[in-house]
């Protein structure tokens, strides 16, 4: 099994999850627990991020 690194964490205004890892995107619902996996199959250029690679913005919108 791959070792997946998690590079950042960055909570929006409602509350969900932004993680940012070695394989991808993931979006993780806080409150019915549910998590997507963005890669490069779901459109991303690469499945690699890096160190704090997780923008938020002023309106809280990861």
């Known amino acids: 099994m791959p070792r ?4 950042n ?3 929006d205004n409602h509350p969900n999850y932004g ?3 070695s394989h ?3 979006r993780m ?4 627990r549910k998590m997507k996996i963005f890669t ?3 459109g991303l250029l690469n499945n690699q ?4 690679s ?3 913005d002023d309106e809280g919108t990861i």
């Open 24 to 26: 991808g995107l993931v």
């Open 9 to 11: 964490i960055a909570q």
């Open 29 to 32: 619902e806080y409150h019915n």
């Open 49 to 52: 991020f890096n160190y704090q």
């Open 19 to 21: 993680i940012t890892t």
């Open 40 to 42: 490069q199959q779901s």
């Open 4 to 7: 997946i690194i998690i590079y």
């Open 54 to 56: 997780i923008f938020k």
